[in-house]
């Protein structure tokens, strides 16, 4: 059973600061691309950032330069240090990650999701 736990959302000032953190846990065999989406009310879930096994990363263009994914493979965790928030940055986001497991169909690669974690910008 393999399960994506996020933490550190919370109500931030604009301007503020968030770290979210995710780990992965359970019968985990190798962790490939790990990202974060979020979603906004009445919005379609967007990519936010993503991060290769090698540290590579991708970002949506809203927030380059101030958001930053890394990730420890050996804790199997990612995090999202997000600064100069804005109220435009208000969503639930979520962890998501390519990950080989063991299931009843032998090894098997498969995508995961958290169950999401609320971050609101707001004064």
């Known amino acids: 059973q393999v399960q994506l736990v996020e933490s550190g959302g919370g109500l931030v000032q604009p301007g503020g600061s968030l770290t979210l953190s995710c780990v992965a846990s359970g019968t985990i065999y190798g962790i490939y691309t790990m990202a974060w989406y979020r979603q906004a009310p009445g919005k379609q879930r967007e990519l936010v950032a993503g991060i290769t096994r090698a540290g590579n990363a991708n970002y949506e263009d809203s927030v380059k330069g101030r958001f930053s994914i890394s990730r420890v493979n050996a804790k199997n965790t990612v995090a999202l240090q997000m600064n100069s928030l804005k109220p435009e940055d208000t969503a639930v986001y979520y962890c998501?990650?390519?990950?080989?497991?063991?299931?009843?169909?032998?090894?098997?690669?498969?995508?995961?999701w958290g169950q999401g974690t609320q971050v609101t910008v707001s004064s």
């Open positions: 998501t990650a390519d990950l080989s497991t063991l299931t009843a169909s032998g090894f098997r690669t498969m995508n995961y």
